[in-house]
């Protein structure tokens, strides 16, 4: 009797102890804010162009009430709404354009389909949106604020 409340002892410390020491899960990466494209890999060359070549900065904008806002420095802009799903390490963000009938407006958005896609957040390589299956390029943007 006299080894067994030690034992028990021991044993009921280490099941609390590891009660209390759980996994850390890492928070996701903070979409909402001003994101600028960094640089974008054309399938077509099989190269990667910096922001720096291009002759206009592009930008996503995405608010607190799941809206989001694509422009570029020469004025053309387009918006719509998004949702933010996990799988994984990794974060999709799924954007639901509106419909644009402005064809200025209707390059914007993306070569597969018009209306909806998504792109992927993470922290070791940001955003990225990935038109390359529709032979269109892979971009990916920075947080800027």
Partial sequence: MKFLFPFVFLLLTLFIAS???KDQVPS???LIGKWQLNKYYSGWTGKYVSAQE??????YQFDQDS???????????????????????????YLT???ETDLHKQSL???????????QLST???LVQDDSPCDGPAKHYQKVD
Avoid: H
Wanted: glycine fraction near 8%; aromatic fraction near 16%; charge should be positive.
């Fill in 19 to 21: 009660c209390q020491r």
């Fill in 28 to 30: 996701p990466p903070q």
């Fill in 54 to 59: 291009l002759p206009y900065k592009e930008y």
């Fill in 67 to 93: 809206t989001f806002k694509k422009y570029r420095s020469n004025g053309v802009e387009t918006k719509g709404s998004y949702s933010m799903k996990e799988l994984g390490e990794v974060y999709y963000i």
């Fill in 97 to 99: 354009y509106v419909s």
């Fill in 109 to 119: 958005q993306r070569s597969c389909n018009a209306t909806e896609w998504d792109m």
């Fill in 124 to 126: 070791d390589i940001g």
